[in-house]
């Protein structure tokens, strides 16, 4: 019921908002165009994302919890408050991370090892190691959130912008539909973390992907300030990779 406040709230506010608050040069929005095939690549790797994820979901851990280690639901509602609150403060860092780094880098080389302390977790002796390892991926898990947002839009035109967003994100959603039955089937035959090995593995290959393939294009303010050389502005408004 409080969900449902909040989301009242934010219509309200919503409501009004001024078309002020858009840029003056800001044009219509349209359908992908030169873009497509940059956005159509990142949709795929962020359901593959999302894919992994879905074996990892909170209920998901909560029960290999419970299964492995007899953790009380008391005690898993602590961990996972903390783990909330890791998460939160990482998102704000990542913005600092992605200044120097920039933003193809931050997602990766912060969501990688985050992946490593997933796995690592399946096979801690103990429930206090098992936690730490936890907690620890907590505060590495969504640095790549606000980055990979931010890069969705700079590499694509204004007015693909919500079309973009549109085509990378609902894949998402439903990439992560199917995984809590698999994981749920795993721990019903082993207390064993398999949705941990299977969800961090999966999320890993995608880190490794999108460093391959994305590495090179990078959004024209971080071009400004490379200091290789760029080539010239490619049809969606974006910069070309530098050579």
Do not use: C
């Not at 159509?40 to 280690?69: C, H, K, P």
């Not at 035109?157 to 973009?164: D, I, L, Q, T, W």
């Not at 959004?219 to 490379?226: L, N, Q, R, T, Y």
């Amino acid at each position: 019921m409080g969900y449902a406040a909040l989301g009242l709230v934010v219509l309200l506010r919503y409501r009004h908002l001024s078309p002020a608050i858009e840029p003056a040069d800001t044009a219509p929005a349209a359908a992908l165009g030169p873009s497509r095939p940059v956005v159509y690549r990142l949709a795929a790797l962020f359901s593959l994302d999302s894919f992994g994820g879905g074996f990892v979901i909170t209920a998901m851990l909560v029960l290999w919890l419970q299964r492995r280690f007899e953790l009380s639901i008391a005690v898993s509602g602590t961990v996972f408050f903390w783990a909330g609150v890791l998460s939160a403060f990482s998102a704000l860092v990542a913005v600092r991370i992605a200044e120097r780094i920039g933003l193809v880098r931050t997602m990766v080389f912060t969501h990688l090892p985050s992946n490593g302390f997933l796995v690592l977790a399946a096979f801690m002796p103990t429930a206090p190691l098992a936690v730490a390892a936890l907690l620890a991926r907590a505060a590495l898990s969504q640095m790549d959130v606000p980055a990979r947002t931010s890069y969705v839009m700079a590499v694509v035109s204004p007015a693909e912008r919500p079309a973009a967003a549109s085509v990378t994100n609902v894949p998402r959603s439903l990439a992560a539909a199917l995984p809590p039955v698999a994981a749920g089937w795993m721990l019903s035959r082993s207390t064993f973390g398999w949705p941990l090995v299977v969800g961090g593995v999966l999320k890993a290959v995608y880190d490794l992907l999108l460093l391959r393939q994305f590495r090179d294009l990078r959004p024209p303010e971080e071009m400004a300030v490379a200091v290789t050389p760029a080539g010239p502005a490619g049809p969606a408004g974006r910069s070309e990779p530098a050579t």
